[in-house]
């Protein structure tokens, strides 16, 4: 009833929580069957594959109080209506403030030809640089990749451009909140907004941890509520180290981030190709945040491939290659 609920208010998270499981599972399997490196004693029973399958569809169950417009969150500058329109309008605002000093400016120059053309040439200068100035604030909005710090630059000054509002006062041509919001550097969330989402994980625990769980499903809470734990320590909620976790909550955060770098259906990005989402993950092998036993396995058994034809589009199943990907280890 809770996925039911979650998939009608949000089809993005509906297939999240579609595809998480299924790569949960693909990857205990390569897990189950390896007979090489650490995790070579680790066994599944049907037990355990039911209580792991459980946990990865619930494992987002705490997004059902997550509101729409943050988890759906499409632009830099949405909340229920995509406010760029807003922005835009107010442009056209400045457009027209710029034909009225021209037009005054020639009344005012009456025969004096030389001073009519400037003012007509500082209108078309004027006209240009705004419209310039929208296509990079609709570049900016789109928070598809990381905002230069030149990017940042030029926005703040945009920001400070003078317009008169509905009650005739002169303001910043962005308010607080526009500029806040568009100067997002990577994504289109504010950092109020991440923790309205990071939040759900506490959800999570909490609406599972109230279940009255029998003793053969006992761990599905916290395979569940694990997913966004680091080996590192550095995750969240717990900030629990990879010796605090059990090895299937570990398999779920590599799944969960597998599957959000591949999804091809978020409204906020594109889906990455095999090759750029591993090489993120190999990233993150290094840098501590996901168990490098666990993505070996991933690798060698080529879990990637198998998820990848079955959930990808063919554009973003490229030819990977291993040897260039960060923490791949090829004789493991």
């Not at 759906?72 to 056209?92: G, S």
């Not at 001073?115 to 419209?131: F, M, N, V």
Request: aromatic content about 6%; glycine content about 8%; some cysteine.
């Amino acid at each position: 009833m809770i996925n039911t609920a979650i998939d009608d208010k949000s089809p993005y998270t509906s297939g999240h929580c579609t595809r998480v499981p299924v790569l949960t599972m693909m990857l205990a399997e390569a897990v189950n069957q390896t007979n090489i490196g650490p995790l070579k004693d680790f066994t599944l029973t049907d037990k355990d594959r039911r209580e792991l399958k459980l946990a990865g569809l619930l494992h987002d169950c705490g997004k059902i109080t997550t509101p729409v417009h943050v988890v759906d969150k499409a632009t830099k500058l949405e909340t229920i209506f995509d406010r760029i329109h807003l922005v835009d309008a107010k442009l056209e605002i400045l457009k027209r403030d710029a034909e009225i000093a021209m037009l005054r400016e020639i009344a005012e120059a009456q025969s004096d030809v030389g001073r009519s053309e400037t003012a007509s040439k500082t209108y078309a200068g004027r006209i240009a640089q705004l419209d310039q100035d929208r296509e990079f604030l609709r570049h900016c909005n789109v928070g598809g990749e990381a905002m230069s710090e030149e990017a940042q630059q030029r926005l703040l000054q945009i920001a400070t451009y003078q317009w008169r509002d509905a009650e005739g006062n002169m303001c910043n041509f962005l308010s607080e909140n526009e500029l806040e919001n568009l100067s997002i550097r990577a994504g289109t969330l504010t950092a109020a907004e991440r923790g309205v989402i990071n939040h759900h994980i506490d959800i999570t625990i909490k609406m599972l941890d109230s279940l009255p769980w029998p003793a053969q499903l006992k761990n599905v809470t916290e395979y569940a509520g694990g997913h966004h734990e680091r080996m590192d320590g550095k995750g969240y909620p717990r900030g629990l180290t990879r010796e605090q976790m059990s090895v299937q909550a570990r398999m779920m955060g590599i799944a969960d981030i597998f599957e959000a770098l591949t999804a091809k259906d978020r409204p906020y990005k594109k889906g990455k190709t095999l090759t750029e989402s591993l090489t993120i993950l190999g990233k993150f092998k290094l840098g501590g945040h996901i168990d490098p036993d666990l993505f070996d396995v991933f690798i060698r058994e080529k879990v990637y491939l198998d998820y990848g034809k079955q959930f990808l589009s063919p554009e973003q199943i490229d030819e990977v290659d291993l040897s260039k990907i960060p923490g791949v280890n090829l004789g493991a």
